[in-house]
T-cell receptor
């Protein structure tokens, strides 16, 4: 079955530490891939997206993500986390075979310790 | 552009009442989506439209839910009658083109509480 999985429900990092949030997908063909961030009580903001080409994608707020076809993964990274990065992060996909259905993973709640 | 605009931001209603949520997509976007977010089920796609036509409503939970898009600049999601289990945050999003080449832009959401 087609799915997008975020294995980590909660992650806690210290401010200034590096961050990696995991995302795996299970689709017949590589889907379009997205990362969104949601601050408490807010809507969803697009961090970055991957359609094709360079497998390392740069986004806003200093985030980047790497697409690895062999691992069916699209992990989000940041070299140095700031306290303001505390939020919930969602990986999302749109199948490339037609349709325009954006499906979200279950999300990873990031806590930043000062 | 003002982005995707949803109203109201908060809605508290009594069980059995009709609730109407509203959405104004970004001008020029041809896709519109309604999502529901709950702690238990996460972000669920309820329905989406292309050029004002419903394309996929498989996520609509039951007949109590209905959505319309009478024109390119307005959509509604109606729940009648409402039940406590409908309490959630409802998001509207819009995008341009197939495959989300333009990205999906989300509104700030409507927090619905049914008591």
């Amino acid at each position: 079955a087609q799915s997008v999985t975020q294995p980590d429900i909660h992650i806690t990092v210290s401010e200034g530490a590096s961050l990696e949030l995991r995302c795996n997908y299970s689709y017949g063909a590589t889907p379009y891939l997205f990362w969104y961030v949601q601050s408490p009580g807010q809507g969803l903001q697009l961090l970055l997206k991957y359609f094709s080409g360079d497998t390392l994608v740069q986004g806003i707020k200093g985030f980047e993500a790497e697409f690895k076809r062999s691992q069916s993964s699209f992990n989000l990274r940041k070299p140095s986390v700031h306290w303001s990065d505390a939020a919930e992060y969602f990986c999302a996909v749109v199948p490339t075979g037609g349709g325009n259905k954006l499906t979200f993973g279950t999300g990873t709640q990031l806590k930043v310790e000062l | 552009d003002a982005g995707v605009i949803q109203s109201p931001r908060h809605e508290v209603t009594e069980m059995g009442q009709e609730v109407t949520l509203r959405c104004k997509p970004i001008s020029g976007h041809d896709y519109l989506f309604w999502y529901r977010q709950t702690m238990m089920r996460g972000l669920e796609l309820l329905i989406y439209f292309n050029n004002n036509v419903p394309i996929d409503d498989s996520g609509m939970p039951e007949d109590r839910f209905s959505a319309k898009m009478p024109n390119a600049s307005f959509s509604t999601l109606k729940i009648q009658p409402s039940e406590p289990r409908d309490s959630a945050v409802y998001f509207c999003a819009s995008s341009l083109g197939q495959g989300a080449g333009g990205g999906y832009t989300f509104g700030s959401g409507t927090r619905l509480t049914v008591v």
